[in-house]
């Protein structure tokens, strides 16, 4: 299983980015998917997440009406479409699948894969 996340980047205030997420897992339709962020010194905090088939998602306080999380499971990968970017969004960003039988939304300690992540930085 490789969950490999892309799209990251050096942004001003008020910018936009669009993260993917790539699953290479086997049954990626039958995963939730998400995303959290991590920055220097800060736990990881959730973000955004993806029911299996899509039509249901919830946030982070912080990031909502900013935020759009999505996915192709014709694609087997997952989106974060990030607007109006601030210095307090910067961090590492990871995707994370969460498997049949865990609950909607997930806990954290029920995301089983994990990728690496994406840097995003955003200048003020």
């Known amino acids: 299983v490789q969950l490999q996340a892309s799209g990251g980047g050096l942004v001003q205030t008020g910018g936009s980015l669009r993260l993917t997420c790539a699953a290479s897992?086997?049954?990626?339709?039958?995963?939730?998917m998400a995303w959290f962020r991590q920055s220097p010194g800060k736990e990881r905090e959730f973000v955004a997440a993806?029911?299996?088939?899509?039509?249901?998602?919830v946030y982070a306080d912080s990031v909502k009406g900013r935020f759009t999380i999505s996915r192709d499971n014709t694609e087997n990968a997952v989106y974060l479409q990030m607007n109006n970017l601030k210095p307090e969004d910067t961090a590492v960003y990871l995707c994370?699948?969460?498997?049949?039988?865990?609950?909607?939304?997930?806990?954290?300690?029920?995301?089983?894969?994990w990728g690496q992540g994406t840097q995003v930085t955003v200048s003020s």
């Open positions: 994370a699948a969460a498997p049949l039988g865990s609950r909607w939304p997930p806990a954290p300690n029920q995301y089983k894969y």
């Open positions: 897992i086997s049954g990626f339709s039958w995963y939730y």
């Open positions: 993806v029911s299996r088939s899509g039509p249901s998602t």
